[in-house]
């Protein structure tokens, strides 16, 4: 009886390809992609981020430093006058400013507390990036301040006919550079707190779950002619997806308000960060947060029409998403993928919502800022209502 | 007047024509009964008239007027109550009537009027606010049938409405499509269920392999039927027996007794006065014509369908 039993599940299984599909190639895809996504997770990524250099400084220390930038951080971006819209629009991850009269401090016995080494970045650069940043721009300086003294101290010693001379470090002075160098967010819209990384991400991926629940609304109503009664009574395709569509951007909308409260209000009750809205600009915000539940939408009428059976419903709404997930920086943030991930990244839609929400969010960006990733999205939804359009109708009859 | 003439439909890579030809005719007041085997063509034929498929050959005509021509304009003058309980389960009876008044272009006042003539006509109002999903098989059909009559629809096609459903509720849906042709509609009607079509219909169309095998009213359908004989008898077997009934007509042995289609001139008096003299005990006797399943059963053989 057991045996007959086991037979029937086997058999079942079997049969059912796309569960099948679900339970084999849904992990190895994930394998692939998360291994790839992570590669390079213990290997800072400040090698892989886009930055420029603003060098004021006439001396050669400054060119030194430069150099020994560029030996870990790789070659910069040419820079331009509009470096901060740059910067503002996370086009450029930072730019490391060297500021007039950087080699002459430098060499000087006494450092003036001024900045001279300004690292202006990214409002939503990672901490722990902006952080290293900072430390390893402290530490080149410092270490060419007291090469430089130390050249200086030995050309003393010569000139004082084999006496020895003092170090620096003898003679009390400082060889840190830590005064001169300062780091700064450009103009932050907020700090980027987890919880200010973290809400956009899965507002956008939450977004996204009304595949499911529309494929499977939408599949039984298909099965018991619901659908196709609909047709005889003279209800034209058009208004049958408008009447699909209409509902799921209110339900959007319900979840955006409920996730930034969420943030807002919910997390610091928890003991977490606060999420801020404190000056960002809002009309921006409704356009991506439109883009996203348009093509969240669109994507959802696709796979409704394409879908077949239930399984499929069950199956493919939630593996598209998690994969979509998975590739546009919503599970393993975009900046700790290597190269090629990266450019991957760039072509999932919920990596356009992404970073149209972090522009928002993190760098205070108003329409202008948000208008490309949000032109993906509508474009993107435009492209897949054609698709449900097509399919719609086949699948209605 | 709905009029279908030679038409024909060939779904794509399939190995022979769904349709084949068929013409029929289905009159305002009148039931017209369509009976088939599964795979017959059925469904494609009632798919052509609710719009679901496109004519390929052929056409399709209400009263001098093409179908596609009739349903642009008035698609609800067409109404389809499906096999399947096309409706929505999670709404509640009076929920999905709404859903679909709106959908077939009904507002306002007369939509809540035809609303409540749909719930009295299927005898729905205590369910109004069930969820249809909570509803008893034949409960759902009431509904199914309701949801197709609120448009107020000329004609009415009935897709086996009785499937599943107790007597007692049979009875009330073969009276209420009574009622809707004698108030003008016309209806088609299929189901396998014969004597539900002997029941209510004023012609019939058997359909097989996408053709029409016969079409006409029950009597000229049944009319072609010779007169049978159908008995048990004791005390007279084997030899004999067989002799004696050559002599009225063509005999069949069937589970509990013989048939015996008389031959011209042959009475069944007559036949069972012979049993009775040659020493046979007649333990039951039923006499009459062919029935409408004989006749479906002939006209479509007896092997399986898909």
Same mark, same amino acid.
């Given at each position: 009886?057991?045996?007959?039993?086991?037979?029937?599940?086997?058999?079942?299984?079997?049969?059912?390809?796309?569960?099948?599909?679900?339970?084999?190639?849904?992990?190895?895809?994930?394998?692939?992609?998360?291994?790839?996504?992570?590669?390079?997770?213990?290997?800072?990524?400040?090698?892989?981020?886009?930055?420029?250099?603003?060098?004021?400084?006439?001396?050669?220390?400054?060119?030194?430093?430069?150099?020994?930038?560029?030996?870990?951080?790789?070659?910069?971006?040419?820079?331009?006058?509009?470096?901060?819209?740059?910067?503002?629009?996370?086009?450029?991850?930072?730019?490391?400013?060297?500021?007039?009269?950087?080699?002459?401090?430098?060499?000087?016995?006494?450092?003036?507390?001024?900045?001279?080494?300004?690292?202006?970045?990214?409002?939503?650069?990672?901490?722990?990036?902006?952080?290293?940043?900072?430390?390893?721009?402290?530490?080149?300086?410092?270490?060419?301040?007291?090469?430089?003294?130390?050249?200086?101290?030995?050309?003393?010693?010569?000139?004082?006919?084999?006496?020895?001379?003092?170090?620096?470090?003898?003679?009390?002075?400082?060889?840190?550079?830590?005064?001169?160098?300062?780091?700064?967010?450009?103009?932050?819209?907020?700090?980027?707190?987890?919880?200010?990384?973290?809400?956009?991400?899965?507002?956008?991926?939450?977004?996204?779950?009304?595949?499911?629940?529309?494929?499977?609304?939408?599949?039984?109503?298909?099965?018991?002619?619901?659908?196709?009664?609909?047709?005889?009574?003279?209800?034209?395709?058009?208004?049958?997806?408008?009447?699909?569509?209409?509902?799921?951007?209110?339900?959007?909308?319900?979840?955006?308000?409920?996730?930034?409260?969420?943030?807002?209000?919910?997390?610091?009750?928890?003991?977490?960060?606060?999420?801020?809205?404190?000056?960002?600009?809002?009309?921006?915000?409704?356009?991506?947060?439109?883009?996203? #539940?348009?093509?969240?939408? @669109? =994507?959802?009428?696709? *796979? /409704?029409? +394409?879908? %077949?059976?239930?399984?499929?419903?069950?199956? $493919?709404?939630?593996?598209?998403?998690?994969?979509?997930?998975?590739?546009?920086?919503?599970?393993?943030?975009?900046?700790?993928?290597?190269?090629?991930?990266?450019?991957?990244?760039?072509? #999932?839609?919920?990596?356009? @919502? =992404?970073?149209?929400? *972090? /522009?928002? +969010?993190? %760098?205070?960006?108003?329409?202008?800022?948000? $208008?490309?990733?949000?032109?993906?999205?509508?474009?993107?939804?435009?492209?897949?209502?054609?698709?449900?359009?097509?399919?719609?109708?086949?699948?209605?009859? | 007047?709905?009029?279908?003439?030679?038409?024909?439909?060939?779904?794509?890579?399939?190995?022979?024509?769904?349709?084949?030809?068929?013409?029929?005719?289905?009159?305002?007041?009148?039931?017209?009964?369509?009976?088939?085997?599964?795979?017959?063509?059925?469904?494609?034929?009632?798919?052509?008239?609710?719009?679901?498929?496109?004519?390929?050959?052929?056409?399709?005509?209400?009263?001098?007027?093409?179908?596609?021509?009739?349903?642009?304009?008035?698609?609800?003058?067409?109404?389809?109550?499906?096999?399947?309980?096309?409706?929505?389960?999670?709404?509640?009876?009076?929920?999905?009537?709404?859903?679909?008044?709106?959908?077939?272009?009904?507002?306002?006042?007369?939509?809540?009027?035809?609303?409540?003539?749909?719930?009295?006509?299927?005898?729905?109002?205590?369910?109004?606010?069930?969820?249809?999903?909570?509803?008893?098989?034949?409960?759902?059909?009431?509904?199914?049938?309701?949801?197709?009559?609120?448009?107020?629809?000329?004609?009415?096609?009935?897709?086996?409405?009785?499937?599943?459903?107790?007597?007692?509720?049979?009875?009330?849906?073969?009276?209420?499509?009574?009622?809707?042709?004698?108030?003008?509609?016309?209806?088609?009607?299929?189901?396998?269920?014969?004597?539900?079509?002997?029941?209510?219909?004023?012609?019939?169309?058997?359909?097989?392999?996408?053709?029409?095998?016969?079409?006409?009213?029950?009597?000229?359908?049944?009319?072609?039927?010779?007169?049978?004989?159908?008995?048990?008898?004791?005390?007279?077997?084997?030899?004999?027996?067989?002799?004696?009934?050559?002599?009225?007509?063509?005999?069949?042995?069937?589970?509990?007794?013989?048939?015996?289609?008389?031959?011209?001139?042959?009475?069944?008096?007559?036949?069972?006065?012979?049993?009775?003299?040659?020493?046979?005990?007649?333990?039951?006797?039923?006499?009459?014509?062919?029935?409408?399943?004989?006749?479906?059963?002939?006209?479509?053989?007896?092997?399986?369908?898909?």
């Amino acid at each position: 009886m057991l045996l007959a039993l086991i037979k029937k599940e086997l058999l079942a299984l079997i049969r059912d390809v796309h569960g099948l599909a679900a339970l084999f190639l849904m992990p190895a895809v994930f394998i692939v992609i998360m291994s790839l996504a992570l590669k390079d997770v213990y290997d800072p990524p400040v090698k892989t981020l886009p930055y420029a250099i603003d060098n004021r400084d006439n001396g050669t220390l400054s060119a030194t430093l430069v150099d020994e930038w560029k030996k870990n951080h790789g070659d910069p971006h040419s820079r331009d006058d509009a470096w901060s819209d740059r910067v503002q629009s996370g086009a450029l991850s930072y730019v490391l400013v060297i500021e007039q009269g950087f080699s002459d401090a430098l060499t000087a016995s006494e450092l003036e507390d001024k900045p001279l080494l300004r690292l202006i970045t990214d409002p939503g650069l990672e901490g722990g990036v902006y952080s290293a940043n900072k430390a390893e721009l402290v530490m080149i300086a410092s270490e060419m301040r007291a090469q430089a003294l130390l050249s200086a101290s030995k050309m003393a010693m010569q000139m004082s006919r084999g006496k020895r001379a003092a170090s620096p470090a003898d003679v009390g002075v400082q060889t840190s550079a830590q005064d001169i160098v300062t780091a700064e967010r450009l103009a932050a819209g907020s700090r980027p707190t987890a919880v200010q990384q973290n809400v956009p991400a899965w507002l956008v991926f939450g977004m996204f779950f009304v595949v499911a629940s529309l494929s499977n609304l939408f599949l039984q109503e298909r099965q018991c002619g619901a659908l196709a009664r609909l047709a005889s009574l003279g209800v034209p395709v058009s208004v049958m997806i408008w009447a699909k569509a209409l509902p799921y951007l209110v339900i959007n909308g319900l979840q955006a308000a409920l996730m930034l409260a969420v943030g807002v209000w919910l997390m610091p009750v928890l003991g977490g960060d606060a999420l801020s809205l404190a000056g960002i600009h809002w009309g921006a915000l409704l356009l991506v947060l439109l883009a996203v #539940s348009m093509a969240a939408i @669109g =994507l959802a009428l696709a *796979l /409704a029409s +394409l879908v %077949r059976t239930q399984a499929q419903a069950a199956t $493919l709404g939630p593996v598209v998403n998690i994969l979509m997930a998975a590739i546009g920086g919503v599970m393993v943030p975009k900046f700790v993928m290597p190269d090629v991930m990266q450019r991957i990244a760039e072509f #999932s839609p919920m990596n356009w @919502g =992404l970073e149209g929400m *972090l /522009a928002v +969010l993190l %760098r205070g960006s108003d329409i202008g800022g948000v $208008l490309l990733p949000s032109a993906k999205l509508m474009g993107f939804a435009a492209l897949m209502a054609v698709v449900a359009a097509l399919l719609f109708r086949r699948r209605v009859n | 007047m709905l009029e279908i003439r030679n038409l024909s439909f060939h779904y794509p890579g399939a190995g022979r024509r769904a349709l084949d030809g068929v013409s029929l005719l289905a009159a305002p007041g009148q039931i017209l009964g369509l009976l088939g085997p599964n795979g017959a063509g059925k469904t494609t034929l009632i798919s052509h008239l609710s719009g679901a498929l496109p004519v390929q050959h052929g056409d399709i005509s209400i009263n001098g007027k093409t179908l596609a021509e009739i349903r642009r304009a008035t698609p609800t003058r067409i109404a389809v109550a499906p096999q399947e309980y096309a409706f929505y389960p999670m709404l509640t009876v009076r929920e999905n009537l709404e859903c679909f008044a709106s959908a077939g272009g009904l507002a306002g006042a007369h939509k809540q009027q035809r609303i409540a003539e749909c719930l009295a006509f299927a005898q729905l109002e205590r369910y109004a606010k069930t969820r249809a999903e909570r509803l008893s098989g034949g409960l759902k059909r009431r509904l199914n049938l309701a949801i197709a009559l609120l448009p107020e629809p000329e004609f009415i096609l009935l897709d086996e409405p009785t499937v599943g459903v107790d007597p007692q509720s049979r009875a009330f849906l073969l009276e209420a499509v009574r009622t809707l042709a004698r108030n003008g509609a016309a209806v088609i009607y299929t189901s396998h269920y014969m004597e539900e079509i002997e029941a209510i219909a004023d012609r019939v169309v058997i359909i097989d392999d996408g053709r029409v095998l016969r079409e006409g009213t029950l009597d000229e359908l049944l009319g072609g039927g010779k007169a049978q004989l159908h008995f048990a008898v004791d005390g007279i077997t084997g030899a004999p027996l067989n002799a004696l009934l050559a002599g009225y007509g063509s005999s069949t042995k069937t589970g509990d007794g013989w048939l015996v289609a008389l031959g011209a001139g042959k009475t069944p008096l007559a036949l069972l006065a012979a049993l009775e003299q040659a020493g046979g005990v007649i333990r039951f006797a039923e006499f009459g014509r062919s029935n409408l399943e004989q006749v479906f059963m002939a006209l479509t053989k007896h092997s399986l369908r898909d």
